[in-house]
């Protein structure tokens, strides 16, 4: 299994680039060091001119493969849960019961990525991205067109598919992509706030006790429907 998804190249929205950036060496040094950079120096003080310098380009060069550096920070947020929803494909393959993969699903979602090895891009490093920056990617004016446009498929599909593990638990329930929309955006917060604002939250560093609070959560929630 880790071998096969060490492999995986995950595909999103063309519509997220120019150029796709694994056809070339310098499309991976790109994305490879781009995505270490934003998570470094944050997206507002990372610029394709400091990347440049990094990976021995010209701006004009990395243009070719992105508009801006906040399409890049879409790539690199699509890329993430396209990842995640393999994590949860294959994590859950071989669980017959649905509590099971819903807890497996709260673990991913609290936690993040099971699977921590990949040639493309480091999951780890994504996932920092996505905790630290993904929020600044779409609270935008350019929001709207850039949904009509399919550039948020991956986190979309990643929720429909344990949405529709809460179905089948209770399929009464009324509010699974609700349910599920929001652990994924609060645990994400939480993730944030423990990092840089602890007053926010009872739960530390540490990913458990993140994990026990939104799995209590999501069982209680469908469970007194």
């Known amino acids: 299994m880790d071998t096969i998804l060490r492999k995986l190249k995950i595909e999103v929205s063309g519509s ?40 021995g380009s010209t701006e004009a060069a990395i243009y070719r493969y992105f508009d801006n550096k906040h399409k890049l920070l879409l790539y690199l947020s699509a890329w993430y849960w396209g990842w995640m929803e393999h994590n949860l494909v294959y994590s859950t393959a071989n669980m017959t019961d649905a509590g099971e993969r819903l807890a497996m699903a709260v673990r991913l ?16 490093v994504l996932r920092d991205i996505v905790v630290n920056e993904a929020l600044k990617g779409f609270l935008t004016k350019e929001v709207d067109l850039e949904h009509e446009s399919g550039l948020f498929a991956q986190v979309y599909k990643f929720s429909d598919r344990v949405a529709t593990i809460i179905t089948e638990i209770n399929p009464e329930y009324k509010f699974p992509k609700t349910l599920v929309s929001t652990v994924l955006e609060s645990s994400l917060m939480q993730s944030f706030h423990s990092q840089h604002l602890p007053g926010m939250t ?11 609070f939104f799995h209590q959560l999501v069982v209680k929630a469908i469970q007194n429907d």
């Open 16 to 55: 997220l680039y120019q150029k796709e950036p694994f056809s070339s060496d310098l499309g991976y040094s790109i994305v490879q060091e781009g995505s270490k950079m934003i998570l470094e120096l944050g997206l507002e003080q990372f610029t394709f001119k400091k990347l440049s310098l990094v990976i």
């Open 202 to 212: 009872e739960n530390g560093l540490e990913s458990a006790s993140r994990f026990q």
């Open 109 to 124: 979602m609290s936690e993040g990525p099971v699977f921590l090895q990949n040639d493309y891009l480091e999951p780890s």
